[in-house]
């Protein structure tokens, strides 16, 4: 029976309008190169090549089928945030894309929920986007973990993830943009170290950034990639708040004060990560994430989580269907 609810997958639409007046030289398109297969393409470079999974929702509810899963969260591909453009420039392609997203998922709509992007550099734009797209029909909202050199902590990102709580919007963080250099190119060691880091750092930019002090607890917010190394150096961040808490604490309390005001996905291959997540965060916290359908997510979809020896059936159910029920206010 398929009940799984996936809260970590992606989309790309089968082509998209000329965004090179809006984008500039390396503006994002898709190269088709057949029915089931193109290639995205920034500018003139090659991003990365994928397949009818992305945009066919046949496709896709034939695999979730496969998994057991009923329903799933579909994201923005995180490149196409375009927070390094002019706001007015992002807010059209968000625009663009959040409305495409919408025809992606409209052969399913009880199975396959949207979730909008916003150009999160103009707050105001990023608000009023939110607002159009939740009355068309997105169910929440995909924002990265950084907008340029300002983190979650900034005063527009704080505004606009007020603006979620106020008007009862999940939103997903994915890291995105990681730090470049000849050290991260091998072994794609940006998505297997700075990924995660990236993640890590957007926690503790909530955390000791007093964000969580500062927004209403209606807050339902999400870090992809079980967030990241966040559950292994909780113990570090906690022992530098109260040992120099003259650099570090700007949060009103230790950081282990706000580990039920956000979730994670369970996305992190291992059951011995898994477990460490679970103790950590809480039985409460960790939700089904599976980064569908790119080839580093999980398949089958939340085979770690069905198959560990540490979880009760109890918990295992939450993990599984009932935290994402609470997150996505079904």
């Given at each position: 029976?398929?009940?799984?609810?996936?809260?970590?997958?992606?989309?790309?639409?089968?082509?998209?309008?000329?965004?090179?007046?809006?984008?500039?030289?390396?503006?994002?398109?898709?190269?088709i190169e057949s029915e089931a297969e193109a290639m995205i393409m920034m500018g003139s470079k090659e991003f990365r090549r994928i397949g009818a999974d992305c945009w066919d929702a046949e496709?896709?509810?034939?695999?979730?089928?496969?998994?057991?899963?009923?329903?799933?969260?579909?994201?923005?591909?995180?490149?196409?945030?375009?927070?390094?453009?002019?706001?007015?420039?992002?807010?059209?392609?968000?625009?663009?894309?959040?409305?495409?997203?919408?025809?992606?998922?409209?052969?399913?709509?009880?199975?396959?929920?949207?979730?909008?992007?916003?150009?999160?550099?103009?707050?105001?734009?990023?608000?009023?986007?939110?607002?159009?797209?939740?009355?068309?029909?997105?169910?929440?909202?995909?924002?990265?973990?950084?907008?340029?050199?300002?983190?979650?902590?900034?005063?527009?990102?704080?505004?606009?993830?007020?603006?979620?709580?106020?008007?009862?919007?999940?939103?997903?963080?994915?890291?995105?943009?990681?730090?470049?250099?000849?050290?991260?190119?091998?072994?794609?060691?940006?998505?297997?170290?700075?990924?995660?880091?990236?993640?890590?750092?957007?926690?503790?930019?909530?955390?000791?950034?007093?964000?969580?002090?500062?927004?209403?607890?209606?807050?339902?917010?999400?870090?992809?990639?079980?967030?990241?190394?966040?559950?292994?150096?909780?113990?570090?961040?906690?022992?530098?708040?109260?040992?120099?808490?003259?650099?570090?604490?700007?949060?009103?309390?230790?950081?282990?004060?706000?580990?039920?005001?956000?979730?994670?996905?369970?996305?992190?291959?291992?059951?011995?990560?898994?477990?460490?997540?679970?103790?950590?965060?809480?039985?409460?916290?960790?939700?089904?994430?599976?980064?569908?359908?790119?080839?580093?997510?999980?398949?089958?979809?939340?085979?770690?989580?069905?198959?560990?020896?540490?979880?009760?059936?109890?918990?295992?159910?939450?993990?599984?269907?009932?935290?994402?029920?609470?997150?996505?206010?079904?």
């Amino acid at each position: 029976m398929a009940d799984l609810i996936d809260v970590h997958t992606h989309y790309v639409p089968h082509g998209w309008p000329d965004l090179s007046g809006v984008g500039g030289p390396e503006a994002p398109w898709l190269r088709i190169e057949s029915e089931a297969e193109a290639m995205i393409m920034m500018g003139s470079k090659e991003f990365r090549r994928i397949g009818a999974d992305c945009w066919d929702a046949e496709v896709r509810l034939r695999d979730m089928d496969a998994d057991g899963v009923a329903t799933q969260v579909v994201s923005p591909t995180p490149a196409f945030f375009s927070y390094g453009r002019d706001g007015a420039e992002a807010a059209k392609i968000a625009r663009i894309f959040n409305d495409l997203a919408l025809e992606i998922v409209a052969p399913a709509p009880q199975r396959l929920l949207p979730f909008c992007q916003v150009p999160l550099q103009d707050p105001d734009a990023a608000c009023r986007e939110l607002e159009r797209c939740v009355a068309a029909g997105h169910r929440g909202v995909e924002i990265g973990n950084h907008v340029g050199d300002r983190d979650l902590d900034s005063a527009g990102v704080v505004t606009f993830l007020q603006h979620c709580a106020a008007l009862d919007v999940p939103v997903f963080v994915h890291p995105w943009d990681m730090d470049n250099s000849p050290r991260l190119d091998r072994w794609m060691a940006r998505w297997l170290t700075a990924m995660p880091a990236e993640t890590h750092l957007s926690i503790l930019a909530m955390v000791l950034g007093g964000v969580f002090d500062r927004v209403d607890e209606r807050l339902r917010i999400c870090f992809a990639h079980g967030g990241g190394s966040f559950a292994f150096w909780l113990g570090r961040m906690e022992n530098a708040w109260y040992g120099r808490n003259d650099v570090i604490g700007t949060s009103l309390h230790p950081p282990s004060h706000y580990l039920d005001r956000f979730y994670v996905d369970s996305v992190v291959f291992d059951d011995r990560a898994l477990r460490l997540l679970v103790d950590t965060v809480g039985e409460d916290r960790v939700m089904i994430g599976s980064d569908y359908p790119y080839p580093l997510g999980e398949r089958p979809v939340g085979a770690v989580v069905g198959k560990s020896g540490f979880l009760g059936e109890r918990a295992r159910r939450k993990i599984e269907r009932g935290n994402a029920r609470r997150y996505l206010g079904l």
